[in-house]
């Protein structure tokens, strides 16, 4: 069994590599594509709320809020990317016991690296360009899930009833 968790451990970092593909498809996309799907979870979001509020507003006026919108929505998407790939990230560098300090700067290099190389990647794509602002929305998506991961797994694992266990 312990030579079976051996061999499957490098497969915890298949969820990263997968989130990295995501994000790497995402960047590909040309302005033109990456923007209409912007305004289409926008227009979705605007839409929705008018329904549930029952608003009752008309076509243009939902058009002009998703328009309003779209910019946070863009941002809101970096963000939740970079979220994920942390703690695709995070898990299985705490799986091969890389904690604390070094857990930060490890999974936080990877990640604020990755998202450099796709700003870069962006500027070979028509209509897109690198930014250095997304960078750092990125960065604090990243930061966020590494501390999520840092506060889940010290909690889990040093919680008063394992040790009441122990005792």
């Known amino acids: 069994m312990k030579i079976l968790i051996h061999l499957l451990k490098p497969l915890s970092f298949l969820p990263a590599i997968l989130m990295m593909c995501l994000i790497y498809y995402f960047s590909a996309q040309t302005g033109e594509v990456s923007g209409n799907l912007s305004y289409q979870v926008s227009y979705q979001i605007v839409e929705t709320k008018n329904e549930v509020l029952g608003l009752g507003h008309s076509y243009e006026q939902l058009n002009a809020e998703a328009h309003s919108i779209e910019y946070y929505v863009r941002k809101a998407a970096h963000m939740t990317e970079y979220f994920l790939l942390a703690i695709a990230i995070s898990f299985p560098l705490y ?7 070094w857990l930060m700067l490890l999974a936080g290099i990877v990640c604020i690296g990755f998202a450099g190389l796709d700003e870069y990647h962006q500027s070979f794509v028509a209509n897109r360009g690198p930014s250095t602002k997304d960078v750092g929305i990125d ?15 010290w909690s889990t694992l040093h919680s008063p009833e394992k040790k009441r266990k122990k005792k």
């Open 95 to 101: 799986v091969y016991k890389v904690r604390g300090i």
């Open 139 to 153: 960065s604090i998506g990243a930061f966020v899930g590494i501390l999520l991961v840092q506060a889940f797994c």
